[in-house]
């Protein structure tokens, strides 16, 4: 069992950054590959980005690709994603999660969600 804590987020104008953070509990971390996941008001859940158990592999939605960046410290249990060059678009509720599997790309890889945090972007 793994449970998830996301925070970081706010409000911020067009242009501005943002770095959320995902604590996670419990000693096996490192055997999770993390997502983070959107959804705006009326749409379906969106992958944004992920990265793999070690670290040594990324992955990110063409949407977010050059501004947004992932990344993990196994010793804190917390993985991060630092939002940088935001838009109006990338409003939504930011959701981590946690996958046994390897297609990280993929909601349904997932058994493990935090609760959300939201990220309101100005213009």
């Known amino acids: 069992q793994v449970q998830l804590v996301e925070s970081g987020g706010g409000l911020v104008q067009a242009g501005g950054s943002l770095r959320l953070s995902c604590a996670a509990s419990g000693r096996t971390f490192s055997r999770y590959g993390m997502g983070w996941f959107r959804q705006a008001p009326g749409t379906q859940r969106e992958f944004v980005a992920a990265?793999?158990?070690?670290?040594?592999?990324?992955y990110y939605a063409d949407s977010v690709k050059g501004r947004f960046s992932i990344s993990r410290d196994n010793a804190k249990n917390t993985v991060y994603l630092q939002m940088n060059s935001l838009k109006p678009e990338d409003t939504a509720v930011y959701y981590c999660a946690a996958s046994g599997f390897s297609a990280l790309t993929y909601e349904g890889a997932y058994a493990y969600w935090g609760q959300g945090t939201q990220v309101t972007v100005s213009s």
């Open positions: 990265i793999t158990r070690d670290g040594g592999s990324t």
